[in-house]
């Protein structure tokens, strides 16, 4: 199999000047023969963060297979393989495979029906790739195998990293307090993309910008005064404070952020009380807020303290009752693109891949990633691009009235394998042979 696939790749290195049809004949080539079933397996055998146990393995041996040095359980089931292949940068590519506790009923043939007990409850309980995360490291396995059988055609050291716990946001930072720095070298460049239900399938996504957020968790602790419902003026209701809190909240984005500047502040749980006739003496707000950059955040979480302290100075608490606000130490920062490289990468792919299938979508949402863990503290040069997933026979139907495109996280998502998965190869392999090509 892998003879038949460096064959075709010789061809492509041959023609690298016509390229474009020969890398994606290259590629379509070896979907058909091996990266389709790979993705089968990977969709029907879905795991969850930190116990993706199998499913390293299994990259594991695919990548020691396309001759990669490969190194297992680092920072967890995370994977490093390495291609040393002459001088040249070191490049390092991500892919996460890490699948999520909701019940598949995207009605597909291969829809998962794995259970796995979780980490978190202890329950047993359904597990799919209800993010794509499978086309992700499919893609990963695609490129190695044409990285591999190119060798001539570039030069350097490639690092692919697969790696855990993406969605809990937890793994690339325990990746790096395992050392991979340290062990494997630091990269010159990173790079990682993801497959979206929102764009048209094979499409690629770059921006100049931030295509992911930063995110805190805040949690706000309201202290009041017990009494019964019907003697309000014995009591100091932590409810009605909290409500308070909740609407002064909203002047943030609106009031205080400049309106060029993206931020959210959701509160996202809101709990209190036991009893019709008894009013609570807590209430417990949960938060998350999102930035793109330093001092976005700052305003955010200052005002954030300044609105609920000082609310609860309002409702007449002393000092030593004052709602807690709590900011928890588990902050991602944002993910900023390196405009230059973006620039760059984007122009290859135009050239390689032909402009039509890229494009420069900023990002409606404010979602956050854990990739800036390995790009930040030392800050290294990173791209981070976006593959579509959706056929456009989907949006079409959508278009017209019917069933909706599923979002990601939904137990009706669906992502088209292919194209996303050719996409996700010739992507890669384009921006590695920019980087390391000879
Ligand atoms: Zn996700
Ligand atoms: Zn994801």
């Given amino acids: 199999m892998l003879s038949r696939i460096a064959a075709s790749a010789v061809l492509a290195v ?37 116990i993706e146990v199998d499913t ?18 680092v ?63 499919t893609s990963m396995v695609g490129t190695a195998r044409h990285m591999s059988a190119r060798k001539d055609a570039w030069s350097g050291t490639l690092m692919l990293v697969v790696q855990p716990a993406e969605e809990r946001v937890i793994g690339a930072a325990a990746m790096k307090d395992d050392g991979i720095w340290d062990r494997f070298g630091t990269p010159d460049y990173a790079l990682a993309f993801h497959v979206g239900s929102s764009g048209v399938a094979g499409v690629i996504n770059v921006t100049e910008g931030s295509p992911y ?6 949690d706000i602790i309201i202290h009041g005064v017990g009494a019964h ?5 014995r009591g100091n209701d932590p409810i009605v404070l909290g409500a308070q809190i909740v609407l002064a909240l909203q002047t943030l984005v609106a009031r205080e952020l400049s309106p060029r500047m993206p931020g959210v502040v959701t509160v996202g749980s809101f709990h209190s009380g036991t009893k019709h006739n008894i009013i609570s003496d807590r209430a417990h707000l949960q938060l998350t807020v999102r930035n793109t950059n330093g001092e976005t955040r700052e305003i955010l979480l200052n005002g954030i303290k300044r609105i609920a302290e000082n609310m609860g100075r309002v409702a007449g608490l002393p000092d030593d009752m004052l709602p807690e606000v709590i900011i928890s130490t588990e902050s991602v920062p944002p993910t900023n693109n390196n ?3 973006a620039r760059r990468l984007r122009e290859a792919w135009n050239t390689e891949i032909g402009g039509d299938r890229v494009v420069d979508k900023p990002p409606t949402g404010m979602g956050a990633e854990d990739f800036p863990f390995f790009t930040t503290e030392p800050q290294i040069t990173s791209v981070y691009w976006g593959i579509g997933g959706t056929l456009q026979e989907d949006f079409d139907r959508e278009a017209d009235g019917g ?15 292919e194209p996303s998965v050719t996409a996700g190869v010739e992507s890669t392999v384009v921006a590695l042979m920019e980087l390391m090509g000879t």
């Fill in 14 to 50: 041959f023609s690298f000047s016509v390229h474009a049809s020969d890398l994606s004949e290259a590629v379509q080539q070896d979907y058909d023969d091996y990266l389709w079933p790979l993705f089968d397996h990977f969709h029907r055998n879905p795991e969850l963060s930190t």
């Fill in 56 to 73: 390293a393995a299994r990259m594991a041996q695919e990548l020691r297979n396309a001759g990669f040095e490969v190194t297992e359980n």
């Fill in 75 to 137: 920072g967890g089931t995370g994977v490093v393989a390495i291609m040393k292949n002459g001088d040249g940068p070191m490049v390092m590519m991500r892919a996460d495979m890490d699948g999520l506790p909701v019940e598949e009923k995207s009605g597909l043939e291969n829809a998962s029906r794995k259970t796995q007990e979780s980490p978190i409850s202890g329950n047993v309980v359904p597990t799919m790739h209800a993010c794509g995360h499978d086309v992700h490291i």
């Fill in 213 to 218: 957020a930063g995110a805190d968790t805040v």
């Fill in 229 to 233: 419902g019907a003697s309000p003026h």
């Fill in 339 to 341: 405009p230059e490289l």
């Fill in 403 to 417: 069933e909706p495109v599923p979002s990601h996280h939904s137990p009706l998502f669906r992502i088209a394998p």
